[in-house]
Structures are given as structure tokens and as C-alpha cells.
């Protein structure tokens, strides 16, 4: 294995990249309540992971390191390069930056920080009017801004996998699950039938693509 050069160990690109991603999911997330909080949270815990073992230290490497020292021997594993695993596992060459699966990975993170805005719009906007938020992408799902999360998420583990996201990724998802029925409890006693027709139509986290335009979600008239 060629050690030649540690790209690791830059925590000032951990700071600042955990600050700009965090931070940019805030200005769109909002949290207002425990609840939002522990979303927040959860899905920064994930991103202060990933920029931890992005730029300082490679701990999924570093466990991984004897077989994939000797399954790709002439690489330099603590390069900057070999941390995109896929592209390294699927003996791809070239720059990495530039491969199918960072590339997708873009699609992704770009779609959820774009769901999160667009959401926490219509929401603020039904909140201040104390009304159930049944526009934009309510319209399709009843959960955009967690669908927002796990796609960011799911997103930088196509960029960057470690064994740490690809743990924490499931248990997250779970426990938004969790949140997203705790919060349709919620809607239900404040909004009693306005919510129970909306939600028989409008399905919780997977849009009905398939169905046309006369099926679309309830609306308020």
C-alpha cells in the first residue's frame, strides 16, 4: 500500500464544512419546537460525522484497511481519492469527483435541501394562518422536510459511505418515522376531519407518481 501522503487531518474543513451544511439546512428547516429540534439534530450528528471522516480523520479506511490494502495495492487509501469507496470498490479510474455515483450523490443532496425550502415555506405560511399546510410538496407527501433529510443524507453516503453513516443512516430514518407519526397526532386533534381526509389521500413519505393529475392530493379549498 502506497502511503505516500495523508490528505486527512484538515479539522478546519470539518468545521467549516459541518458549519455551511448545518447552517444552510436551518435556514430552510427552522426548528421550532422539541420535536424539529430532535430532526435537526439528528440529521447534524450525521453531517458533523461524515466532514469528521471526510477531512480529519478516515476511520472507515482505517478499520477497512487491510483488505482493501490488499485488494487495491497500488492505491494510496489515505488519499483524498480512495475515500469515495464506490467509486474505488467499482474499479472505476479517472477523478472520482466525476463518477456516476458523486454525481448522483449531487441529484440527491440538491433535491432535499430543495424540498426543505420549498416545505418549510408552505408550512411557516399555514402556521401563521393556523391552517392544515396542503400546498407545494404537502400536496404529494405528508412529510416533505423529513424526505428532505434522509435525501441529503442518503445523498453524501453515495458521495462518501463510512461505517458509521451507513449505521446511523437506518436508525435515522427510523426514528423520523417515529416523529412523523408523533407529529400526525398532533395535526389530528388540532385539525380533526381537515387532516383525516388529507391524509386517506395524500400518502405519509412516497409520492403516488403514477396517479394523474385528476388523483392529485387533497386540497383546501
Not at 453531517?47 to 478516515?58: D, N, R, T
Not at 449531487?106 to 392544515?132: D, M, P
Not at 443512516?169 to 427510523?174: E, K, Y
Not at 395524500?202 to 392529485?216: A, E, Q, S, V
Amino acid at each position: 500500500m502506497n502511503s505516500a501522503t495523508n490528505d486527512y487531518g484538515l479539522w478546519g474543513l470539518v468545521v467549516l464544512n459541518s458549519i455551511i451544511f448545518v447552517g444552510f439546512a436551518y435556514s430552510f428547516f427552522k426548528p421550532a419546537n422539541l420535536r424539529d429540534w430532535r430532526s435537526f439534530g439528528a440529521y447534524s450528528a450525521f453531517i458533523v460525522a461524515l466532514f469528521a471522516e471526510m477531512y480529519g480523520f478516515p476511520l472507515t479506511i482505517y478499520l477497512l484497511s487491510g483488505w482493501l490494502g490488499s485488494k487495491f495495492p497500488t492505491v494510496n487509501l489515505f488519499g483524498h481519492d480512495a475515500g469515495h469507496l464506490w467509486w474505488l470498490a467499482t474499479g472505476q479510474h479517472g477523478n472520482p469527483h466525476f463518477g456516476a455515483f458523486h454525481l448522483l450523490s449531487f441529484v440527491f443532496i440538491f433535491a432535499g435541501f430543495t424540498l426543505l425550502s420549498n416545505a418549510w415555506h408552505v408550512l411557516y405560511q399555514a402556521q401563521r394562518r393556523h391552517r392544515l399546510a396542503v400546498a407545494g410538496p404537502y400536496r404529494f407527501v405528508r412529510h416533505p422536510q423529513y424526505v428532505g433529510f434522509v435525501a441529503i443524507m442518503f445523498g453524501f453516503l453515495l458521495q462518501w459511505p463510512t461505517l458509521l453513516g451507513l449505521v446511523m443512516f437506518p436508525v435515522l430514518v427510523v426514528m423520523y418515522v417515529r416523529l412523523a407519526a408523533s407529529e400526525e397526532r398532533d395535526s389530528e386533534a388540532a385539525f380533526g376531519d381537515a387532516w383525516r381526509e388529507y391524509a386517506a389521500v395524500t400518502p405519509r413519505f412516497i409520492p403516488h407518481l403514477w396517479k394523474g393529475d385528476h388523483d392529485r392530493p387533497f386540497r383546501i379549498h
